[in-house]
């Protein structure tokens, strides 16, 4: 079954205490008497602040993807806000990194990283490295060409600790811009541009613990000046 509930207003809670109040001529029901006063001022307190509240705790702040009040206690319990982000954050941007946080099983494909990446707003490529390995590999240009353009050379004259090196291209900068649903007015600018460092905190924390890491931003773009306003 699904789960169901009542959302109760001031007028419920009126009726509800006169049931409660004994008949007679001390208990009167007329609605200008002092104490039919006092009763829909104490129904007033408990049908809209705490019905409100109750009511959002049920169906807002409940989920992590939806959550205000209540944001800071759900960070407190996973952890956050997380020490790689450093910059400024929309309430956006927090929601987004505490269900990241709850969702995540953790791997150590490119894919992984790749999605890492994409949840808190890059787009990156991965390059991975081997050095060239007689009876493996060939002499001479061996890149694929697909569609008139060639891949990457599959592998690199070096030494044999090149395997525990791979490359991440940045493409694309994190660009946040000012939402209603998920910006506070006066407190956040209308276009954030992040610095890499959370990304480059946060793949190295996840990263195989015997790998190392190189950073490529040689073919960082932004998308334009205008590139995902309304």
Not at 46 to 71: K, Q
Not at 119 to 137: C, H, K, L, N, Q
């Amino acid at each position: 079954m699904t789960e169901q509930w009542n959302q109760r207003s001031s007028n419920d809670y009126v009726q509800g205490f006169n049931n409660l109040l004994p008949t007679g001529p001390a208990w009167p029901r007329s609605q200008d008497t002092v104490l039919q006063n006092v009763i829909k001022g104490l129904a007033d307190l408990w049908g809209d602040p705490v019905e409100t509240s109750a009511a959002n705790l049920l169906t807002i702040e409940s989920d992590p993807r939806t959550t205000t009040a209540l944001l800071p206690d759900w960070e407190r319990a996973f952890g956050l806000p997380d020490k790689c982000l450093a910059e400024p954050l929309t309430v956006g941007d927090r929601r987004t990194a505490l269900v990241v946080r709850m969702t995540m099983l953790g791997a150590q494909s490119r894919a992984f990283f790749i999605g890492l990446a994409a949840a808190i707003g890059y787009t990156i490529t991965i390059s991975e490295f081997r050095p060239f390995m007689v009876g493996i590999d060939r002499v001479g240009d061996n890149r694929t060409l697909v569609d008139g353009v060639y891949s990457d050379y599959p592998y690199v004259l070096g030494p044999p600790d090149n395997r525990f090196y791979w490359q991440v291209h940045v493409g694309r900068t994190r660009l946040t811009w000012f939402r209603a649903s998920s910006g506070q007015a006066g407190v956040d600018h209308h276009l954030r541009i992040a610095l890499a460092t959370d990304l480059e905190c946060m793949l190295r924390r996840y990263k195989p613990s015997h790998t190392e890491i190189i950073f490529d931003y040689s073919g960082l773009e932004t998308g334009g000046a205008m590139a995902g306003t309304p």
